[in-house]
């Protein structure tokens, strides 16, 4: 612990800045990418940029899928074409409360 910690005093946080998540949410709950981002700081910590690039790809993986939901996008499109494929051939009718038709009402 350093004698003067400048930081606190002037209210800056020069250390946090670096990590999106990790910076003050509201209502004092993590971001959702917290554990994430903070598995991959964690395992990257003290190897160096070469060594973390190659030993923390999962880590670095994992956190950049809960950030963009690049493959998560990716399965839902595959969903949907396959379910639209399947309309068209006739062998799958989606149920009548996902028609997109109203109910009569009253």
């Not at 996008?73 to 309309?87: F, G, T």
């Given at each position: 612990m350093p004698f003067l910690d400048l930081q606190r005093r002037l209210g800056i946080d020069?250390?946090?800045w670096m990590l999106r998540q990790s910076t003050a949410q509201p209502y004092g709950t993590a971001a959702v990418c917290h554990a994430?981002?903070?598995?991959?700081?964690e395992c990257g910590h003290g190897l160096g940029r070469t060594r973390a690039v190659r030993e923390c790809a999962l880590e670095y993986e994992d956190f950049?899928?809960?950030?963009?939901?690049?493959k998560l996008?990716?399965?839902?499109?595959?969903?949907?074409?396959?379910?639209?494929?399947?309309?068209r051939e006739g062998r799958y009718?989606?149920?009548?409360?996902?028609?997109?038709?109203e109910q009569p009402r009253p």
């Open positions: 020069v250390d946090s994430f981002e903070r598995e991959w700081v950049m899928e809960c950030m963009n939901r690049r996008s990716a399965r839902l499109s595959a969903i949907l074409e396959q379910r639209q494929k399947l309309m009718s989606p149920p009548e409360h996902h028609q997109g038709t």
